[in-house]
Structures are given as C-alpha cells and as structure tokens.
C-alpha cells in the first residue's frame, strides 16, 4: 500500500507560480503518477501524467505550456510546476499513483488522463484570484 502526501498549494494572483509536491511512503514500480484536479460542482479532471519508467508526460490542453509535472526517484517525490496560472485552474489538486493491468493498458490509460488510479492523496487546495 502506497500513502501519497501533497503539498504546495495556496492562494496567489493571476499570473503567479506554485509548485506542488506529491511524497509518496515508499518507491514505486515503473507505472503511471499523475496530477488531477477538482473544482466545485465538476468533475475530476486529469492535469498531468507520467509514465515513472521512462519520464513519457502527458499534459491536459488547458495546461499545456503552463505546467510541468516531474519526478525526483530518489525521494519518492513528484512535482507539478505551475506556472501562469489563471482563475480557472483554482480546484483541489490531487496526486495519483498505480494503474492495475498490463503494460499498454496503463500507458493508455495515462496517456488519456484517466483518472484510474490505485492510490490517492488527501488533496491540495490552489485558489487562484484575478
């Protein structure tokens, strides 16, 4: 069992940067980490994803050129660089790590942004003003 703890969020204005972290209890195998996040009154969407194995990212459209998701393997740590933010990417941010199934099943699934993940963390709050 994989205990995932974020850190990072906050309040800033448009414009501004935070970086949030995701500390995982222990090393995790090669498979898909990833970034989601949840506004009130929508749905969990899919920000950010990496395939651990080989660093492949995935980015949602919306963030594109603003965010940057990366790992450090040594400190069982992942990273999400956000940089320009906007109003509307004010939600709880939520780490996610393990997908269950075979290989190409989970490079689909990150890929896709799936939210179908084994292992949450509690969530991050990023509130972001104009």
């Known amino acids: 069992q994989v205990q995932l703890v974020e850190s990072g969020g906050g309040s800033v204005q448009a414009g501004g940067s935070l970086r949030l972290s995701c500390a995982a209890s222990?090393?995790?195998?090669?498979?898909?980490m990833g970034w989601f996040r949840q506004a009130p009154g929508k749905e969990r969407e899919g920000v950010a994803t990496?395939?651990?194995?080989?660093?492949?990212?995935y980015y949602a459209d919306s963030v594109k050129g603003r965010f940057t998701i990366s790992q450090d393997k040594s400190a069982y740590t992942m990273y999400l660089q956000m940089n320009s933010l906007k109003p509307e990417d004010t939600a709880m941010y939520y780490c996610?790590?393990?997908?269950?199934?075979?290989?190409?099943?989970?490079?689909?699934?990150?890929?896709?942004?799936?939210?179908?993940?084994?292992?949450w963390g509690q969530g991050t709050q990023v509130t972001v003003s104009s």
């Open positions: 996610a790590a393990e997908v269950s199934g075979g290989y190409w099943y989970r490079r689909g699934q990150c890929r896709r942004l799936t939210p179908n993940f084994n292992y």
């Open positions: 222990s090393p995790y195998a090669d498979n898909c």
């Open positions: 990496m395939y651990t194995g080989d660093g492949e990212v």
